[in-house]
Each structure stands twice: as C-alpha cells, then as structure tokens.
C-alpha cells in the first residue's frame, strides 16, 4: 500500500538555524498539510497546501515557515529560524480529494537546542 | 467552531475484554469523523471515517463507532481487545475552508491492554 515518507524521522538543530523537513505524499494525492504536535500536547494544524499554494494555515504558521513542492514529489517545510518552542513532532499528510481522509507519515522529531 | 473532546486520557482493559473510548464533538453542521490510531513511533493510521452515508461505521482491525447526533458522540468500540491494540486513539473533526479540510485533533486516549 502506498505510504506517506518524511525525513529525517529526527533532526537536531541549534536555536536559530534554519531546518527543512521533507515529505514524500502519495503520487496521486492533490492535497497535502503539515501538522505537529508538541510533547504531551494535541496534534495542531499548521498548514494545508492545493495547486501549488497554501490553501490555509494557522496563527502557529508565522513568517518563519514555509512550504514548497518544489519538483511535484516533495512537499517540505521550512522553518528559517527556529526557536526553542519549535521542538515538536512534525506530521505530513496527504488526501486524494477535497475531504477524502487523510494519511500521515511517520513524522519527524525536531529538536532545537 | 468545531472540536472534539475525547473523555478518557488513559483507559486500560484486559485482553479479550470490550473496549470503549469515548469522543464529543461539537459542530454546527454535519460532521464529518474520523478516528486514527498511534503506535509508538508510528504515524497516524485511519481505522475509519463517518461521513454521514450510514451511522454505524466499521473500520479496520475489528472497530466499530457510532454516530449518535442525540447525543453528539462518536465513540469507538471493540467487542474484545488483543495486546496490539495498545496504542493512542485520536478522534478528528474536520472543517472545510477555502477548498480544503484542515482536521481538528481530540486530545488522545492511550489505551492500555493487560494480559
């Protein structure tokens, strides 16, 4: 069965330094978010993103993400200068179709020092 | 707005046992539910979805929910549970805006299988 892949599955950065966490959605899925959650808290919607532009994002999704489908495969977030409180588990999700469920990779530990 | 409230962060049962996580929603209009589930170091997996075509809703590994509008729960059953099932369960709202449908998390229930 076709599956969602991130890497790195954990990335270590200092305070400051700028990261990309990568995600490869099903080939034929169109529609495509990020979400993350913090140790012990809930799982947060950070963005989502159809014909090549952010459809939505949260007020968690400030000048310092982005995202980028850059060659039609990936999808990937960038964050351009991380803060201690970025530290989470980073979630990429795809879906066929307007409200077709969704499905997650493995997701990515960020950890910022 | 719309949100989920899973009512039990931790339930625990014993192996070949019923199992019930129970989940509310709140949604000024129809719905559509979703219930994942987490295994250590895993991503989300889909056991089932309602949209709305029929209330009882079966899904993957022997799951069962039930749409209740009366009562505006979707609980998640399972007539008897197996060491496997030991995982986070996520109930999910989603909202649709601009084309898109963003989900909305419960907060989790770890469910805890003794043998």
């Known amino acids: 069965e076709p599956e969602v892949t991130q890497t790195p599955s954990h990335q270590v950065t200092q305070m400051g330094q700028e990261v990309i966490l990568r995600c490869v959605p099903i080939?034929?899925?169109?529609?495509f978010y990020w979400y993350r959650q913090i140790l012990g808290q809930k799982v947060e919607f950070l963005v989502s993103?159809?014909?090549?532009?952010?459809?939505?994002k949260s007020e968690i999704f400030d000048d310092q993400f982005s995202v980028e489908r850059p060659d039609g495969s990936n999808f990937t977030l960038k964050i351009r200068s991380t803060k201690l409180e970025d530290s989470a588990m980073y979630f990429c999700?795809?879906?066929?179709?307007?409200?077709?469920?969704?499905?997650f990779g493995d997701g990515t530990r960020l950890s910022i020092l | 707005a719309q949100s989920v409230t899973q009512l039990d962060s931790h339930v625990s049962v014993s192996e070949g046992t019923p199992v019930l996580l129970r989940c509310n929603y709140s949604?000024?209009?129809?719905?559509?539910l979703f219930w994942y589930v987490q295994h250590p170091n895993k991503g989300l997996q889909l056991l089932l979805k309602?949209?709305?075509?029929?209330?009882l809703v079966k899904g993957i590994n022997g799951f069962e929910a039930e749409f209740k509008k009366s009562e505006t729960s979707f609980h998640l059953t399972k007539p008897s549970a197996h060491m496997s099932d030991a995982a986070e369960y996520f109930c999910?709202?989603?909202?649709?805006?601009?084309?898109?449908?963003?989900?909305?998390f419960g907060t989790g229930t770890r469910l805890k299988v003794l043998a």
């Open positions: 999700a795809s879906s066929p179709g307007m409200n077709q469920p969704q499905h």
């Open positions: 080939s034929n899925h169109l529609y």
């Open positions: 993103f159809y014909n090549n532009e952010i459809s939505e």
């Open positions: 949604s000024s209009y129809s719905p559509s």
């Open positions: 309602y949209t709305s075509a029929a209330t």
């Open positions: 999910v709202v989603s909202r649709g805006y601009s084309g898109t449908y963003k989900y909305i």
